[in-house]
């Protein structure tokens, strides 16, 4: 994920989009700048669609340390279970 001085110093590139004539009509009314919104609502879908990828990739291995825990327990004690 690019950091946050990256993404300011971005260029910005002109894209033809479709966006439904209610949702922009809505936009437009409450003077929001759907540009900004479009980008930030792809940030996040691009976040989310990498923490699915990520999951996927690391499934066996998640389900792996998730059973070793439930067998052994935690490695570490934390700070709020110590006596």
């Known amino acids: 994920m690019p950091t946050l001085k990256k993404q300011i110093e971005s260029k910005r590139r002109p894209v033809n989009l479709t ?3 209610d949702i922009l ?3 437009k009314d409450l ?3 759907a540009s900004q919104a479009a980008e930030v609502g792809l940030v ?3 976040k989310q669609a990498r923490e699915t990828a ?3 990739e690391n499934k066996k ?3 792996a340390h998730n059973k070793r825990v439930e067998n052994t327990g935690l490695l570490l004690t934390p700070n709020w279970k110590k006596p």
């Open 54 to 56: 990520w999951l996927k």
């Open 44 to 46: 996040e879908a691009i």
């Open 19 to 21: 966006i439904r004539e």
């Open 61 to 63: 291995e998640i389900q």
């Open 25 to 27: 009509k809505e936009a």
């Open 31 to 33: 003077n929001l700048n």
